[in-house]
């Protein structure tokens, strides 16, 4: 059953068009966990529908496991890989449990590793070839690194995909970040336009990968058309928005044109991340 009262006490799921089993956002979560009206949200807290998930396609989803033990992070891992396309570790668990928890997890989805590389082109290079090595599927730089690097990066890339498949994204402006908080010497300009040069920049260098916030995504999607657009800031209750700034619900960053989602909390702090997964599916399969 799904217990978290931060993330599930005011679940309002959007209703896709058209479909008759859907949660309503009129819908309320009772105290026994029971979802009262026409959703499928069971009194014993399990999400029915589709089946165990094996025949849909799996959801374009980065689950972020920021979490602190490996005991954690695979047990999460085994229960929701066929839902989701992969996982994202950052420091946290990454340097608790060392490498190994990268091949540890590619039995069960891509890895996705969410160090944010920013440092003289030399580091960026080895410490992206050093990930390679290690078997992960995509990867975090800041664009704020700049062209020298950005332009390196791309060809190192391209060479990488000669051997197998493999994403280098460039962070624009980190999705915690609004207006209000920028650092002082980036208030000259709005998020808006930092986050305009710097995707000019990152594609312009030959990279095709970026991370924005769902309200970049709409604008970025126009403007380049091809790009791999990566959107974290997900959440599921818009009430439950933590640390975050710039805000979406999964349907609408996919709307508006995302390529991928990365999920964290909203998943990983619930009891039935199954059943969070199984609504994400019926959510957004229409727009996959
Ligand atoms: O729990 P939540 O869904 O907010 O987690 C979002 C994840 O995405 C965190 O691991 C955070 O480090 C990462 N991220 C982000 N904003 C960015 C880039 C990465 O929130 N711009």
């Keep these: 059953m799904i217990q978290n009262p931060e993330i599930v006490s005011h679940i309002h799921w959007i209703p896709a068009q058209g479909r008759n089993d859907e949660l309503r956002r009129n819908d309320e979560l009772c105290g026994d966990g029971e979802l009262r009206g026409d959703g499928e949200f069971r009194g014993d807290g399990e999400l029915r529908g589709d089946g165990k998930g094996s025949k849909m396609k799996k959801l374009p989803v980065y689950v972020a496991l920021d979490l602190d033990t490996e005991k954690e992070v695979i047990s999460l891992a085994q229960k929701i890989s066929p839902y989701v396309e992969g996982f994202k570790i950052g420091p946290r668990i990454g340097l608790k449990n060392g490498a190994s928890i990268i091949s540890k997890l590619k039995s069960h989805g891509k890895v996705f590793l969410d160090f944010k590389f920013f440092d003289i082109p030399s580091t960026m290079l080895s410490s992206v070839q050093a990930a390679f090595d290690l078997g992960v599927d995509m990867l975090t730089?800041?664009?704020l690194a700049g062209e020298e690097s950005l332009k390196q990066l791309a060809e190192l890339e391209k060479r990488l995909n000669g051997q197998r498949e493999f994403r280098i994204l460039a962070v624009t402006i980190i999705t915690?970040?609004?207006?209000?908080?920028?650092p002082a010497l980036m208030q000259t300009q709005s998020i808006f336009s930092h986050v305009e040069s710097l995707s000019d920049l990152v594609?312009?260098?030959?990279?095709?990968?970026?991370?924005?916030?769902?309200?970049?995504?709409t604008y970025l999607r126009k403007r380049y058309p091809d790009a791999y657009l990566v959107t974290p800031g997900i959440r599921l209750d818009m009430n439950s928005v933590q640390d975050q700034k710039r805000v979406f619900t999964p349907r609408k960053a996919i709307e508006a044109g995302a390529s991928a989602l990365v999920i964290g909390r909203s998943i990983y702090k619930t009891t039935d991340p199954v059943g969070v997964c199984t609504q994400l599916q019926k959510e957004l399969s229409p727009f996959l």
């Design 141 to 143: 730089v800041h664009a």
């Design 176 to 182: 915690s970040f609004s207006n209000e908080n920028l």
């Design 203 to 217: 594609i312009k260098s030959g990279l095709n990968g970026l991370v924005c916030s769902g309200s970049e995504v």
